[in-house]
């Protein structure tokens, strides 16, 4: 079972735009998933809520201390991949995530205080040794931020998702719909980003998780 977690300790960043839409993608890939909501604002939750389709995917929002067993619950059922949305500003969440993670993804956007909240994010997964990725959100047409943003990411020593996601309406439109956007607009730029965002996951957790030397409690 692979298990990737979306952590971000800034809100407003898509962290559960990128969970849920990765989740409908591995969904069509053929494989079992589960997303784990840790965050108390329950987003993810919600949209499974107004999607009307419970094990498409599935999505159980749960407390950390329960983590481990609801893994290890998974792994039993014969659950190909868990996504973890993590909650926002938790330092607490982030880390028991992390800690259980074969991928770990942290979305920010190209402004001076996300850059602040991605480098305390990062130091939170170093300590617990999880391979992980600075993925860029809300990415405008145009303009140096996204430039400097990817300078920024060079000089935490941080893994840079060459997927850029792109400020997009089709992501919110879709998000309060209970859909994912590449069900929403398959043909759109949105669903293109998510497909190549996927690829990259996959292709991520394919690699030996040698240098993640993260511990799988759920085991």
């Known amino acids: 079972m692979q298990v990737l977690s979306l952590i971000a300790q800034k809100g407003?960043?898509?962290k559960t735009?990128?969970?849920?839409c990765l989740a409908v993608q591995a969904v069509q890939q053929g494989k079992q998933v589960l997303v784990i909501d840790l965050d108390p604002q329950a987003t993810a939750s919600f949209w499974s809520d107004t999607r009307g389709k419970p094990d498409d995917p599935a999505v159980m929002s749960i407390q950390p201390v329960r983590l481990p067993a609801v893994l290890k619950a998974a792994s039993d059922a014969g659950t190909d991949m868990v996504i973890i949305d993590g909650a926002?500003?938790?330092k607490e969440v982030a880390y028991s995530a992390a800690e259980v993670s074969d991928l770990v993804l942290v979305p920010f956007k190209a402004a001076v205080f996300d850059i602040n909240s991605v480098a305390q994010t990062v130091q939170t997964i170093k300590q617990v040794g999880s391979r992980y990725a600075l993925v860029l959100t809300f990415v405008p047409p145009q303009g140096k931020e996204t430039e400097e943003a990817k300078d920024i990411a060079t000089q935490l020593g941080s893994n840079f998702c060459?997927?850029?996601i792109g400020n997009r309406k089709a992501f919110f439109r879709a998000q309060s719909s209970g859909l994912a956007v590449q069900e929403f607009e398959p043909d759109g730029?949105?669903?293109e980003e998510i497909k190549a965002l996927y690829t990259y996951v996959s292709d991520e957790l394919a690699k030996q998780p040698q240098e993640a030397?993260?511990?799988k409690k759920f085991a």
């Open 17 to 20: 735009t990128l969970a849920t």
């Open 189 to 191: 730029k949105a669903a």
């Open 213 to 215: 030397g993260n511990v």
């Open 12 to 14: 407003g960043v898509g």
């Open 162 to 164: 060459p997927v850029l």
């Open 88 to 90: 926002a500003v938790s």
